[in-house]
Every structure is written in C-alpha cells, then in structure tokens.
Antibody
Framework: QVQLVQSGGEVKKPGASVKVSCKAS????????ISWVRQAPGQGLEWMGW????????NYAQNLQGRITMTTDTSTSTAYMELRSLRSDDTSVYYC??????????????WGQGTLVTVSS | DIQMTQSPSSLSASVGDRVTITCRAG??????LNWYQQKPGKAPKLLIY???SLHSGVPSRFSGSGSGTDFTLTISSLQPEDFATYYC?????????FGQGTKVEIK
C-alpha cells in the first residue's frame, strides 16, 4: 500500500531554515509528482508547490518563491522541502502529498502524516 | 490564481440530517473540482474527484455535483463520523487552490 512517512517535528528560531523529508513506499516513486501543503494552527490548507519525482522540475507558490526548495532523492524514494528565512507565520503542519490522476483530474490522493514546524524565538 | 469560496464556513447539524456545502470558483474550472475531509489532528482524505466521482471506499451518502464555477458537496444522511472540516480544491491549473473550509459540527 502507498505510504508517505514524514520526518519529525521541528522547533526553529526566526531566520533559520527547516528541511522536512517524506519517504515514499508502495509505488514507483518516479511515476508521480509530490506536492507540499501546509496548514497553520486552526487555519485552512495552503498549497506550497510541486515537484516532478521523475524530472525534478518544480513549481512553487508565488508567495514562497525565493525561500523554498523542493528536491527528491530517487535512490531512497524520498522527497524534501526546505524553507528558509523562517518567520513566526510559517508555524504550520507541513504535509507531503502524492498526486494522482483520476478521470482526467489531478487529485491529492495520498498524504503524509504531517510534520509540525514551530517558529519561535 | 483561482479563488475558491466555500459556504457556509461552519454549520451545526444533527445525525441523520441532509447537509449541503457549496464551493464557488473565481473562474470556470470545468469539472476539475475535488473535495476532501479532514478530522482534527489528521491529514485530509480525498472524498470526491472530478466534481462528482466518489473516491474508492467513500460511503455513498456523499455526493458531489456542479461544473463551471458552482459546485456542491452533499451528505444525504449525516453520520457521527462525518463531523469534520470539508475543503474543496480546484485542479484546473496551478496553484491548486483550496477553499477556506467548512466545519460541520454536532447540533
């Protein structure tokens, strides 16, 4: 079965960087793209960006451009999301999501368990 | 970016009630509309894709309809396990924007 297992929670100071990992299993890693979605406490879902696990090409949300980098390691079927220059409003649960296509529609089919990143001085 | 607007933001309902949540897109997205359910402390789960197709394993009391800019998620008979927050999401283009969510609470 498809599983996405994320790294553990992090506490960071403002201005620092965080790198969250997402290890995939149960499918051929390079067949599907990975999106990252975050959710601030008590708030809704925010799409952060996408990476092709095959090509490594990326597409980032405009408001995160310049601070975010998504990468993959195909040898270990792991995706990474690094966010730099952290601010207090980056405090969120970060999810990796394996995309799929059903009836011609892209869907967020499989989700990691989430990683809480807390930014606090 | 395509703005997705859900209504209501929250609702109170009883077990057995019929519940309807609406989602409006800022421009036509054809049928590229998905619905997700999220329970506290858990990752969202896919319920409905392509506006009206039920994802595998999702109970048939859930249904979706609509196309273009206006969409609806209906729960025909609310069950205790359905109390959660529901999000719509457009997959027409990038960025894949979500609605702000609708919290379904127990009356």
């Amino acid at each position: 079965q498809v599983q996405l297992v994320q790294s553990g929670g992090e506490v960071k100071k403002p201005g620092a960087s965080v790198k969250v990992s997402c290890k995939a299993s149960g499918y051929t890693f390079t067949t599907y793209g990975i999106s990252w979605v975050r959710q601030a406490p008590g708030q809704g879902l925010e799409w952060m960006g996408w990476i092709s696990a095959y090509y490594g090409s990326t597409n980032y949300a405009q408001n995160l451009q310049g601070r975010i980098t998504m990468t993959t390691d195909t040898s270990t079927s792991t995706a990474y999301m690094e966010l730099r220059s952290l601010r207090s409003d980056d405090t969120s649960v970060y999810y990796c999501v394996r995309e799929g296509e059903l009836s011609g529609s892209v869907v967020f089919q499989y989700w990691g368990q989430g990683t809480l990143v807390t930014v606090s001085s | 970016d395509i703005q997705m607007t859900q209504s209501p933001s929250s609702l109170s309902a009883s077990v057995g009630d019929r519940v309807t949540i609406t989602c409006r897109a800022g421009q036509s997205i054809s049928s590229h509309l998905n619905w997700y359910q999220q329970k506290p402390g858990k990752a969202p789960k896919l319920l409905i894709y392509a506006a009206s197709s039920l994802h595998s394993g999702v109970p048939s009391r859930f249904s979706g309809s609509g196309s273009g800019t206006d969409f609806t998620l209906t729960i025909s008979s609310l069950q205790p396990e359905d109390f959660a927050t529901y999000y719509c999401q457009q997959s027409y283009n990038s960025p894949r924007t979500f609605g702000q969510g609708t919290k379904v609470e127990i009356k």
